[in-house]
């Protein structure tokens, strides 16, 4: 049965720290949901309300793009975000955070707290904040039991290839936008 949480506690942030993959799920008010899988170690919960995760440069930017079209902070739609884990092990469990979701550049004034909780990474772009809402967990009696053989290194090798300056040009052409045309921000405009 499913339990919800006014804030992660102990037990659930030991939970995540073990995962391998989580998932992200963001909305614009109008235009396509978006919901990306994210891998390596760039997950972290920073206390019980609060979770980051550092960005890396993918074909899309549509997490920013949607975070980035709520100028409008104090509104209740603003910037609604979703992270899920799930367990692929013997122990089944699902795990939802909800909240509110920013994002934080390389030039922003928080940047530099956020980014000291990371192992640089080539291709980082951007740091992903939640402020969590309510957390709920489910069975995940349905998920399938995987073992993980490893992490793919195609990203990084990637990025290590095109160099600081091969991923800005990267951004320029194929970040700036959404998919269905809403600013990233990538360049902090």
């Not at 037990?11 to 899988?37: D, V, W, Y």
């Not at 349905?142 to 992490?151: D, T």
Request: proline residues 5%; contains cysteine; glycine residues 8%.
């Amino acid at each position: 049965m499913a339990k919800f949480y006014s804030e992660l506690n102990e037990e659930l942030r030991r939970f995540i720290e073990q995962q391998k993959i989580f998932f992200t799920a963001t909305a614009p008010k109008s235009g396509r949901i978006n919901l990306s899988p994210k891998g390596r170690d760039t997950f972290r919960c920073i206390d019980n309300k609060t979770a980051a995760y550092l960005d890396l440069t993918g074909s899309g930017n549509e997490t920013a793009a949607h975070l980035n079209s709520y100028p409008d902070i104090g509104n209740e739609d603003n910037a609604r975000m979703t992270v899920m884990f799930c367990s692929f092990d013997e122990k089944p469990l699902i795990l939802r955070l909800y909240g509110r979701g920013r994002v934080i550049g390389p030039r922003h004034q928080e940047w530099d707290k956020f980014y000291s909780l990371f192992e640089p990474t080539p291709g980082e772009r951007q740091i992903i904040v939640l402020d969590i809402e309510s957390v709920q967990t489910s069975c995940g009696f349905g998920v399938p039991i995987y073992e993980l053989k490893e992490e793919r290194r195609t990203l990084v090798d990637w990025a290590e290839k095109k160099g600081k300056e091969g991923i800005v040009a990267y951004w320029r052409e194929k970040n700036q936008k959404s998919i269905d045309g809403l600013p990233t921000k990538i360049f902090g405009d």
